[in-house]
């Protein structure tokens, strides 16, 4: 069990049947009346997140979110499979419940499968992946203003913005959670 006033940041809870993760809390001591703690808290199944007060003292069971890890093998129309890399069990898992971050992620590709009590609800991508760029128009030679973009499509289908030095062919690192270029190879 947890208490509201021993909340952090990226605890995750159980609330009614609700997991929730902490995104962000504050312990409010006003002048008069109680202490209350502020907190933006996240569903971890539907995503959804909301603002909501709790009394320091309200005690909720603490959620534990299962995260295994999995390779990605290939997709059929909604459904995703991936594979335990222990016990080569596979699972499907259909699209809806996917981040956007999962458009960096290519066939074999290592991923943290998230579960709560056996229902599969989401899938963390490594943090940074290296992907070709297979489109980009030329970079204008003179062009020498920073920080200018141009689309770039990946291997994976996404399309990001990448500085213009970047070609058809090179290899790039990208942040999964900004989906922001980082790097060339």
């Known amino acids: ?59 909720f ?26 016990s080569y069990e596979q699972i499907a898992i259909n699209k809806d419940k996917l981040s956007d971050s999962f458009r960096f992620v290519k066939e074999n590709m290592d991923v943290k499968i ?13 943090n940074f992946v290296k992907l070709e760029v297979t489109a980009t128009e030329p970079g204008v030679r003179g062009d020498t203003a920073t920080n200018v973009t141009k689309p770039a499509t990946l291997e994976t289908g996404a399309e990001i913005k990448v500085p213009l030095f970047v070609n058809e062919g090179d290899i790039i690192q990208i942040d999964t959670r900004t989906g922001e270029y980082m790097g060339r190879e």
Do not use: C, W
């Open 1 to 59: 069990m947890v208490t509201a006033g021993d909340f952090r940041n990226g605890l995750t809870f159980d609330d009614e049947g609700n997991v929730f993760q902490i995104i962000e809390f504050q312990h409010v001591k006003p002048g008069k009346g109680a202490a209350f703690v502020r907190t933006k808290i996240r569903n971890v199944i539907t995503g959804a997140v909301t603002e909501r007060t709790f009394n320091p003292s309200d005690k």
């Open 114 to 126: 998230l579960s709560y009590k056996g229902n599969v609800f989401g899938m963390e991508p490594p």
């Open 61 to 86: 069971p603490t959620a534990f979110i299962e995260r295994k890890d999995m390779q990605y093998l290939y997709n059929d129309g909604d459904l995703y499979y991936f594979m335990d890399n222990e």
